[in-house]
């Protein structure tokens, strides 16, 4: 395979020597900056980490294109104070949350959490009428786009008292807060007994030999991927943070295991193929004429076994291509490209890689960063692994969690399923541009995807 050694040869002679001189420059400017931030800014409580990096593009205080909206849906009534007492006690309190108590800040070129006065009151709220979950679903993602408390940490949780006898929880994060503090996380500290999550399925590291590989056709992989992501049309909106819809459902999860079983296949393969059957049927019946064969999807892998001191619920992103129908096959496909692309080794090596962007200032990053927010691909696929056990939040029993990812400024849909006891709760955010109202994105959901389950379910059995 020659084409990867021509493309590092090309990065050796002319690549390399321009790197290694940033790297001397930006090396010291980097040590100079926290040494002095050492010695003088005790307000400073940490540096970003090479995952807050790549939210440098976003306008913290403004359009917060990477806000996180989690929806626990909780029997009876719930207290304004107690919910005020128990985020004090609970989450502001706690080590792990630091960055609640914090904001970001630009100092010297780089970028660094900055302890900032919290007034509970400013961030902990309640609504003051009571919805239906379809006025919900509608009010959502105009409370997602408004600014934070100017000068104040990315947070915010608002009270909705809902019809029949419910209300919901609602909490608006950046993600920098969700991949630091991780989502589990936040929601095993909120809950009276933790949110005690399953294990996920073990992940085989990869032996030295596959490492070299991995890296010897790295560059030669991560061209042909941006290649992938520009030239592949569908599911790729024209119009760059443009309107989205929000929606979810409950899905059996007993179903899906047996789906996953019978095929062998990976919790998020199967997920999947649901998702992709769904979406051409769909597409379909309104009559859109350019359905693609296939999309790219990106699938973060969570952690196997996530001890305490882990503070992120992913350590990988696949990038694979899901096609779109296809019924058993599609599914089956998809699984083979998704363990293919881990075989490829090329998440470890471009997570490495990024690890070297703590040394780039900031406003050099941001450029980096806006170009990774319009060339990733269209689609992502998130699992968030529950506990198979009734959990109560202050003493109110759980009945759904709905976690909202925000759309890229160039993405088609974000999609998202979290496990609780034994349903699977499906939320996808989607681009106007690829289904353009609201009935058509619930009768998807509440039809197509519950009928495409059941097809695979009988067929599986059979």
């Not at 349903?423 to 289904?435: G, L, N, Q, Y």
């Amino acid at each position: 395979m020659l084409a990867p050694l021509l493309v590092w040869v090309i990065i050796l002679l002319f690549v390399f020597p321009i790197y290694l001189i940033a790297v001397i420059i930006f090396g010291i400017w980097r040590l100079i900056v926290n040494i002095i931030v050492w010695k003088w800014k005790t307000n400073f409580l940490a540096h970003f980490t090479s995952r807050d990096l790549a939210f440098t593009c976003d306008d913290f205080q403004g359009k917060i294109r990477k806000s996180i909206i989690n929806v626990t849906v909780l029997r009876g009534s719930m207290d304004l104070e107690i919910l005020r007492e128990g985020v004090e006690s609970r989450l502001l309190s706690n080590s792990f949350c630091f960055k609640m108590n914090c904001r970001p800040v630009l100092y010297l070129g780089y970028w660094f959490w900055q302890k900032a006065e919290v007034h509970v009151n400013s961030h902990v709220f309640e609504h003051n009428k009571v919805m239906t979950d379809d006025e919900l679903k509608t009010f959502l993602p105009l409370w997602g786009a408004e600014r934070y408390v100017q000068n104040s940490p990315l947070w915010a949780i608002m009270l909705v008292h809902l019809d029949g006898n419910r209300c919901a929880m609602v909490t608006k994060y950046h993600h920098m807060l969700g991949d630091g503090v991780s989502f589990m996380k936040l929601l095993e500290y909120i809950c009276d007994g933790g949110w005690v999550h399953l294990e996920t399925p073990p992940v085989r590291s990869l032996s030295w030999i596959h490492w070299i590989y991995a890296w010897y056709t790295f560059p030669w992989n991560a061209l042909k991927s941006y290649r992938l992501a520009r030239t592949r049309k569908g599911f790729r909106p024209h119009l760059y943070c443009g309107e989205g819809l929000t929606s979810w459902t409950e899905i059996s999860l007993e179903k899906i295991r047996v789906v996953r079983r019978a095929s062998k296949c990976m919790f998020q393969s199967a997920i999947g193929g649901i998702i992709s059957n769904g979406f051409y049927r769909l597409l379909e019946n309104i009559g859109k004429s350019d359905i693609p064969n296939q999309i790219r999807m990106v699938i973060p892998i969570p952690y196997p076994n996530r001890s305490e001191a882990t503070l992120i619920n992913h350590f990988a992103w696949i990038h694979s291509e899901m096609p779109i129908g296809g019924g058993f096959k599609a599914l089956v496909k998809f699984d083979e490209n998704v363990k293919n692309s881990y075989k490829l080794g090329m998440h470890g090596v471009m997570w490495e890689f990024f690890r070297g962007l703590y040394i780039v200032p900031g406003p050099l990053l941001k450029n980096y960063t806006t170009w990774g927010e319009v060339n990733i691909p269209p689609v992502l696929l998130s699992s968030v692994p529950g506990t198979q056990g009734q959990v109560n939040v202050f003493g109110h029993e759980v009945l759904q969690s709905y976690p909202i990812l925000a759309l890229g400024c160039s993405m088609g849909a974000n999609l998202t399923v979290t496990t609780y006891k034994d349903m699977a709760h499906f939320t996808i955010r989607v681009s106007k541009e690829v289904i353009p109202n609201q009935e058509l994105l619930d009768q998807m959901l509440n039809k197509y995807i519950h009928e495409e389950l059941e097809i695979l379910y009988q067929q599986v059995r059979i």
